[in-house]
């Protein structure tokens, strides 16, 4: 199966900081990956060169197979790659729908916006996501919706966005257990429309919940790849990250 996105031993230097050191990675279809490490571990680094924000100095990109070159944020996006900061990409004040279509809205030919059917597709991609609240409508404002709806809303936005793989940075960092759980349900039904998701985490107990796979980056470098079905428990996971940086 060819993965939609691989990193090839990236290296990314800032000034005398060797943030990235010949890192690889990929992420198949339909798989949850799950990227974890300590602070400064480059993690950020890893994402922003994956979606175009950083070059990298050495090392290639490919999607699809493909290698790319002059890669750049519009062309990741382009090519179906999409990332959720927390809570930094909505606009409280606005609605769903709005936060939803925001800059790619549905028009008539004389620029007036296609309200209607805007609000059937939003409804229509919250349900498909997970939505479950009666409560909760395409019209409502996000700043009525809890932190895990927010991003339930945001993974909306990227669906539309034609998203193939969607890149989560943090997206359970400050949320309650039960707004944990909404996110996890959203993320499971990316997967199980056959998309992709890369699942950056500080806590390891969300992030083992909800992987396949895990990266283990440390100071730049990745040290792990490794399966959930042979990881038992995300204690073992713990041990193993603590025992590399140990010993790295
Ligand atoms: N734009 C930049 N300029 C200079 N140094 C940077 C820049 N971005 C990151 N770094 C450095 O690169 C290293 C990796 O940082 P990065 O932000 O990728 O880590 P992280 O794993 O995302 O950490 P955290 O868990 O704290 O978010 C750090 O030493 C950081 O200071
Ligand atoms: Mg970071």
């Not at 994956?50 to 290698?67: A, C, E, T």
């Not at 699942?199 to 909800?210: K, L, T």
Request: proline fraction near 3%; charge should be neutral.
């Amino acid at each position: 199966m060819q993965p939609i996105i691989e990193l090839e031993k990236v290296t990314k230097r800032f000034g005398g900081i060797t943030a990235l050191n010949n890192a690889s990675l990929k992420v198949n279809k339909g798989e949850v990956v799950g990227l974890i490490g300590d602070n400064g571990a480059g993690k950020s680094t890893l994402i922003k060169t994956l979606v175009g924000v950083h070059n990298p100095d050495d090392g290639d990109i490919k999607i699809r197979g493909d290698k790319v070159n002059n890669w750049n944020a519009l062309k990741a996006r382009e090519a179906g790659i999409e990332t959720v900061f927390q809570d930094r990409a909505l606009c409280p004040q606005q609605s769903i729908v709005w936060n939803i279509f925001m800059g790619k809205e549905l028009k008539y030919p004389f620029g007036f916006i296609r309200d209607k059917e805007q609000i059937t597709e939003a409804n229509r991609l919250i349900r498909e996501i997970g939505f479950t609240s009666k409560l909760i409508n395409a019209e409502s404002p996000v700043g009525n919706l809890s932190g895990g709806e927010r991003q339930g809303v945001a993974i909306a936005r990227a669906i539309y966005n034609n998203a193939e793989l969607i890149i989560l940075d943090e997206p359970t960092n400050n949320l309650s257990l039960n707004e944990t759980q909404k996110v996890f349900d959203f993320v499971l039904n990316v997967k199980k429309s056959n998309r992709s998701v890369l699942f950056i985490g500080h806590n390891i107990y969300h992030v083992y919940d909800i992987s396949d796979r895990f990266v283990i980056l440390d100071r730049g470098e990745v040290v792990h790849h490794l399966d959930k079905e042979n990881i038992q428990s995300p204690e073992e996971l713990m041990k193993i990250m603590r025992d590399t940086i140990k010993s790295h």
